[in-house]
């Protein structure tokens, strides 16, 4: 089936460690996006990709980093730089650069221990 | 930057009744989409809107564009208890052309009771 899939569902992390949260999809979709969602709150974006070996920060993209060597993936590097990193990550595509519909994977849960 | 205002923030309604949400702007939009998320998932797209007016149904979901540009409006009829979830709604401003520039609004945390 088609989709985007993310692993770990769920990650924790100790203080001043990096972690990486894997994305990968099979849709044929140019553009990814990652973003960040905390309790009760909407969506922030933390980075995106429009074509592969290369991308471009969003609002919050401290403490983040990301590459993007192949069109199905995206990997998300939260640093240890990241203050407060405890939220629900989502990847997301849209099938071309300039598409604005945008479909998203289900998640990763990432706690600071 | 630009905000959506989505509305209410939560509801509480009994099976059969009927929802409706809605998402304001100050700015005009050119896109409008509506997501349902379940905990702990990743948003599952509803139902896009690309044109001023538009009015479009999926099953028991109805959202229009509205006129001004500004708004839409997502309706929920006869609704059931998987329908639990939150209800985001998302734009893009006129001018705009690329996914990473979507306004996602707060949600609608919408709780359906038998």
């Known amino acids: 089936d088609g989709g985007i899939t993310q692993s770990p569902k769920y990650l924790f992390r100790k203080e001043g460690q990096n972690v990486t949260l894997s994305c990968e999809q099979n849709?044929?979709?140019?553009?990814m996006y990652w973003y960040r969602q905390d309790p009760g709150q909407g969506l922030r974006l933390i980075y995106y990709?429009?074509?592969?070996?290369?991308?471009q920060k969003g609002d919050i993209a401290e403490g983040y980093s990301v590459s993007r060597e192949k069109k199905e993936s995206f990997p998300l590097t939260v640093t240890s730089a990241q203050k407060n990193p405890t939220a629900f990550y989502l990847c997301?595509?849209?099938?071309?650069?300039?598409?604005?519909?945008?479909?998203f994977g289900e998640g990763s849960w990432l706690t600071v221990v | 930057g630009q905000q959506l205002n989505q509305s209410p923030q939560s509801m509480f309604i009994q099976e059969g009744e009927d929802v409706s949400m809605n998402c304001t702007s100050s700015?005009?939009?050119?896109?409008w989409l509506w997501y349902k998320q379940e905990p702990g998932e990743g948003p599952v797209l509803l139902i896009a809107?690309?044109?001023?007016?538009e009015l479009t149904s999926n099953g028991r979901l109805t959202a229009q564009f509205g006129i001004t540009r500004k708004d839409s409006f997502l309706n929920i009829s006869a609704s059931i208890p998987s329908d639990v979830g939150i209800y985001f709604c998302?734009?893009?401003?006129?001018?705009?052309?690329?996914?990473?520039?979507?306004?996602f609004g707060e949600g609608t945390q919408l709780t359906v009771n038998p």
């Open positions: 997301a595509s849209t099938p071309w650069r300039s598409g604005n519909t945008i479909y």
């Open positions: 849709l044929n979709h140019d553009a």
């Open positions: 990709s429009q074509i592969v070996n290369d991308f």
């Open positions: 700015s005009i939009f050119n896109t």
């Open positions: 809107l690309y044109k001023a007016g």
């Open positions: 998302a734009g893009q401003q006129k001018g705009e052309t690329s996914g990473s520039r979507l306004t």
